[in-house]
């Protein structure tokens, strides 16, 4: 193992968007097998501090690696693009129209129902942003295009969690807490 290895690499896989989950969660654990601290006890501190560096390098790869829009925005970074989203805040006029139209729904929604069917449709956009990262990346080699398309599932994801703590606050209100 390398420590200069990108994850890719660094797992075996293809560096590309598309990915196994469980390949991923089957080598990471397989990876941490061999680099646990505990296997070097005998070995010195010296060796058991290389294999928790070792460790935490692995951790962080996988971290990237398993989720979506960690891995999209790492790829466009290898080549060339990274997605700088706290410096760069411009979006499509379409998308901004559809938050400011979510946004206005979670103001006005007063019951789970319609938490519901936000949540729905902001899954919805989510599945359509990572097919379009795929097709970005792994297809057209696109990296300047889903650069935009990681910014625009950064909104979606964020968005995603405003809906779920909304749905939290009603679960929480009803449980009378």
């Given amino acids: 193992m390398n420590l200069q290895s990108n994850d890719f690499e660094l797992f075996g896989l293809a560096p590309q968007f598309a990915q196994d989950r469980s390949a991923i969660d089957a080598r990471w654990k397989d990876l941490q097998r061999e680099a646990h601290p505990d296997k070097f006890a005998t070995r010195g501190a010296a060796a ?30 290898l080549h060339g693009e990274p997605v700088n989203a706290e410096n760069n805040t411009a ?20 019951g789970a129902a319609e938490l519901e069917q936000l949540s729905v449709q902001v899954a919805s ?13 792994d297809q057209q080699q696109d990296y300047r295009g889903a650069v935009q398309e990681v910014r625009a599932l950064m ?23």
Avoid: P
């Avoid at 290389?50 to 960690?70: F, H, P, T």
């Avoid at 969690?161 to 606050?169: H, N």
């Fill in 48 to 77: 058991q501090r290389v294999a928790m560096q070792w460790s935490v390098r692995i951790n962080e790869a996988y971290q990237r690696l398993k989720d979506g829009l960690k891995r999209a925005a790492y790829l466009c970074e």
């Fill in 91 to 110: 979006m499509a006029t379409d998308f901004l129209l559809q938050q400011m139209q979510w946004r206005e729904a979670l103001e006005e929604a007063r």
């Fill in 155 to 177: 909104f979606i994801e964020r968005f995603a969690s405003d809906v779920e703590a909304g749905l939290d606050r009603l679960d929480a209100a009803d449980r009378g807490q």
């Fill in 125 to 137: 956009a989510r599945r359509e942003a990572l097919e379009k990262c795929e097709r970005l990346l």
